[in-house]
């Protein structure tokens, strides 16, 4: 199946980042090749469609300038390393061959304007997929809502067991859907072929995805449902926010609601600004941080 999911990505998801969809003949990326997203979106289209292929640590984006003042580029990266890139680029660099796709969180408006800062005329792209579905959907115009854009060509994706709310666990399927997990004893893919994600999510009216809170984190807070996701993208609104991530974290045995902020706002800020929510929906536990890469793992999440 990986030809065809080379086949799917580079004209489904790479040709149309350009305008008159012309030839891409560099894959780049400076995420580590065993990040899943790598492997599927970066390698594999590389290798079997006979792409070039860039793969640069965090701090040589002079080596994917380089590639983009001669081709048109495709680099998949992470928001969280946005920030380097602007560190190792001093001065304003246009890039209209350069497409950056953006895995792992939502792009901020003040990632946007950095990036904007450093590389004019890039394409930027947001994306989700989760290393069990592939590619589900991509936002190709960031910035204009907190959602991570509609279903790419060929995609079908659903929502099963919806909720009043309208949220309801993603599912969809594909050549590019996981069929287990190496090394455990768990069949993904069911009879139909399809897959169900880990995440929770919803539809607005024009068909963007909105993801709500994952499976596993612990949704319940005090009996009561909370979707951290949408607690997220309320946080987001606030200026100064770069990234931010709410978990449910249990201190002295007791439940929080607790947020992570990277950016320049401080916690009295946050507070205030949460204090619209419902009382649940607000954190007990603040924590804000400057921009820097020792928040965030290798796979560029906070």
């Not at 947001?126 to 590619?135: K, M, Q, V, W």
Request: overall charge negative; proline content about 6%; some cysteine.
């Amino acid at each position: 199946m990986l030809e065809l999911i080379a086949l799917h990505y580079y004209h489904a998801a790479y040709l149309p980042s350009f305008a008159g969809e012309p030839e891409v003949n560099v894959l780049a990326t400076a995420l580590p090749l065993q990040y899943a997203a790598s492997f599927i979106m970066i390698l594999i289209p590389a290798l079997f469609l006979k792409k070039d292929l860039l793969i640069f640590s965090p701090h040589r984006w002079d080596q994917l300038c380089a590639a983009a003042s001669r081709e048109f580029v495709v680099c998949l990266m992470v928001p969280s390393l946005i920030p380097a890139a602007r560190a190792a680029t001093p001065e304003l660099v246009h890039l209209p061959k350069a497409a950056l796709i953006m895995a792992s969180g939502y792009l901020t408006p003040e990632r946007l304007r950095t990036a904007r800062e450093t590389y004019g005329d890039v394409t930027l792209m947001n994306c989700y997929g989760a290393s069990e579905t592939g590619i589900v959907s991509i936002d190709r115009d960031p910035g204009k809502g907190f959602h991570v854009g509609q279903p790419i060509f060929g995609k079908p994706v659903w929502l099963e067991d919806v909720n009043e709310d309208g949220v309801g666990r993603i599912a969809t399927s594909g050549v590019d859907c996981r069929e287990f997990y190496w090394l455990q004893d768990e069949t993904l893919k069911r009879q139909d072929g399809s897959v169900a994600a880990t995440d929770f999510g919803h539809f607005d009216e024009s068909g963007n995805l909105y993801l709500d809170g994952r499976l596993d984190g612990g949704e319940k807070l005090h009996g009561i449902t909370v979707y951290p996701r949408q607690i997220e993208r309320h946080i987001l609104d606030l200026q100064g926010v770069a990234d931010v991530a709410v978990r449910i974290r249990v201190v002295n045995g007791i439940d929080h609601l607790a947020v992570r902020v990277v950016g320049r706002v401080t916690e009295d800020q946050l507070r205030e600004h949460c204090s619209s929510l419902p009382e649940v929906d607000r954190p007990t536990l603040v924590e804000c941080l400057p921009e820097g890469f020792e928040h965030y793992s290798s796979h560029g999440k906070l």
